[in-house]
């Protein structure tokens, strides 16, 4: 059963513009949420992260907003940039239910246009 | 660079014989993970290592199998590779202290199976 559910699979996005890239979860009891980015042929790296007791955190082009009462989190990129073009995974913690496993979500593939 | 190294990055194998992935780490965590990824699909664990503590996911198949020989290594044994088995396989490394459960992954070792 998908925890971490991403319904967007693609996104195209003119570069210099916002990418907003969304994220929905089912548990409540998760408390820590990241953003993984992934290029073809590398593992996922490690884009930003929340946790559930903030509701924005922003580390450069990057914020990712968390609204728990929606249980949805959305990842914005300002200005978009060609070399962001990648899949962006959202991932959820629980240490109290899953331990160390991330739930990740299916991905979103980004394209950032010229 | 400290980095997650996994070998082969392509493994083509027959049905039924047994196949070896192998992971090795220099970022000395004490935590190693093996995900499994199939075509559009989220990540999902299989097992992971806390040290020399082995946990697995309830729902990995007994066809999947780890050993952990020390802190640098990490491998995942396919007994009898299905089919079903061919997908891209993820190792990935973190430290156990919060709060940030930031996990580095390697590039992936996809495996074809014939």
């Known amino acids: 059963d998908q925890q971490v559910k991403q319904n967007s699979p693609s996104l195209s996005v003119q570069e210099g513009r916002i990418s907003i890239l969304n994220c929905d979860y089912t548990?409540?009891?998760?408390?820590?949420f990241l953003w993984y980015k992934k290029y073809p042929a590398e593992g996922p790296t490690f884009l930003i992260s929340?946790?559930?007791?903030?509701d924005k955190n922003e580390d450069g082009r990057f914020t990712v907003f968390l609204n728990k009462s929606a249980k949805h989190l959305s990842l914005h990129i300002v200005p978009s940039q060609p070399g962001d073009s990648a899949v962006y995974f959202c991932a959820a913690i629980g240490a109290d239910i899953s331990g160390y496993a991330l739930n990740f979500g299916k991905g979103t593939s980004l394209l950032v246009t010229p | 660079d400290a980095m997650v190294i996994q070998n082969p990055r392509y493994q083509v194998t027959q049905f039924g014989k047994p196949v070896t992935l192998s992971c090795s780490q220099t970022l000395n965590h004490n935590v190693m993970y093996w995900y499994q990824q199939k075509s559009s699909q989220a990540p999902k664990l299989l097992f992971h290592y806390y040290d020399k503590d082995f946990n697995n996911e309830a729902d990995t198949p007994d066809n999947f199998q780890s050993r952990r020989p020390n802190t640098s290594f990490c491998f995942l044994d396919i007994r009898s590779p299905g089919l079903g088995d061919a997908a891209m396989y993820l190792c990935a490394t973190s430290t156990d202290t919060g709060p940030s459960y930031e996990q580095y992954f390697g590039p992936g070792t996809r495996l074809t199976v014939t």
């Open positions: 548990n409540s009891m998760f408390d820590y």
């Open positions: 929340i946790s559930s007791i903030k």
